[in-house]
């Protein structure tokens, strides 16, 4: 989210590459597999996924310091979505909140949507917008490949962060990080 915040310019383009290749009336669509079938999610009353660490953003070269971030999210037996998110960028001392309303897993992959609920930041105010943001745990250990970590953006063109989650965006280079410390666990 802190990187979303120096990088705005750069979320429409994000947004129009989505609408460009989406089916349906918000502007997504889930991915396929291999055969071009739909890719289907079961979601269970015990899925959930947490994390917490640092990376840093260096898409502009910059190195301007790391990203904290912290998140929870779960499906709750009744089969709704709770959890929140909060994220730090230091080098801007712009501190971001929201609480999560969606979550889709497949194997190691998580994607996590919500709305923006508290927001410190100079490039205007994303209080009750809604955000998508992906993760992918990769274990655990000196022989795992560090977890990974996607900015958290704010939603355009009308989607929503159930359109998000349903969707499960594939990887768009340059948003996605490996984290330098801490862990994502995917339970």
């Given at each position: 989210?802190?990187?979303?915040?120096?990088?705005?310019?750069?979320?429409?383009?994000?947004?129009?590459?989505?609408?460009?290749?989406?089916?349906?009336?918000?502007?997504?669509?889930?991915?396929?597999?291999?055969?071009?079938?739909?890719?289907?999610?079961?979601?269970?009353?015990?899925?959930?996924?947490?994390?917490?660490?640092?990376?840093?953003?260096?898409?502009?070269?910059?190195?301007?310091?790391w990203?904290?971030?912290?998140?929870?999210?779960?499906?709750?037996?009744?089969?709704?979505?709770?959890?929140?998110?909060?994220?730090?960028n230091?080098?801007?001392?712009?501190?971001?909140?929201?609480?999560?309303?969606?979550?889709?897993?497949?194997?190691?992959?998580?994607?996590?949507?919500?709305?923006?609920?508290?927001?410190?930041?100079?490039?205007?105010?994303?209080?009750?917008?809604?955000?998508g943001?992906?993760?992918?745990?990769?274990?655990?250990?000196?022989?795992?490949?560090?977890?990974?970590?996607?900015?958290?953006?704010?939603?355009?063109?009308?989607?929503?962060?159930?359109?998000?989650?349903?969707?499960?965006?594939?990887?768009?280079?340059?948003?996605?990080f490996?984290?330098?410390?801490?862990n994502?666990?995917?339970?």
């Amino acid at each position: 989210m802190p990187g979303l915040l120096r990088r705005a310019p750069f979320v429409p383009l994000v947004a129009i590459l989505v609408l460009a290749a989406c089916e349906s009336s918000t502007g997504l669509q889930a991915p396929s597999s291999i055969d071009g079938s739909t890719v289907g999610i079961t979601v269970s009353s015990n899925d959930k996924v947490t994390g917490g660490g640092h990376y840093v953003d260096d898409v502009q070269g910059t190195q301007d310091g790391w990203r904290n971030f912290a998140f929870n999210a779960r499906v709750k037996p009744d089969g709704s979505v709770d959890g929140q998110i909060q994220l730090k960028n230091r080098s801007l001392d712009t501190l971001i909140h929201g609480v999560v309303t969606c979550l889709a897993i497949v194997g190691n992959q998580a994607w996590i949507g919500g709305t923006f609920t508290n927001t410190s930041s100079p490039f205007g105010d994303f209080d009750g917008v809604d955000f998508g943001f992906f993760a992918i745990d990769n274990g655990s250990g000196s022989n795992s490949l560090p977890d990974v970590l996607s900015n958290t953006l704010p939603l355009q063109g009308g989607a929503t962060a159930a359109d998000y989650c349903e969707a499960m965006l594939p990887n768009v280079p340059g948003l996605f990080f490996d984290l330098e410390s801490g862990n994502i666990k995917i339970h």
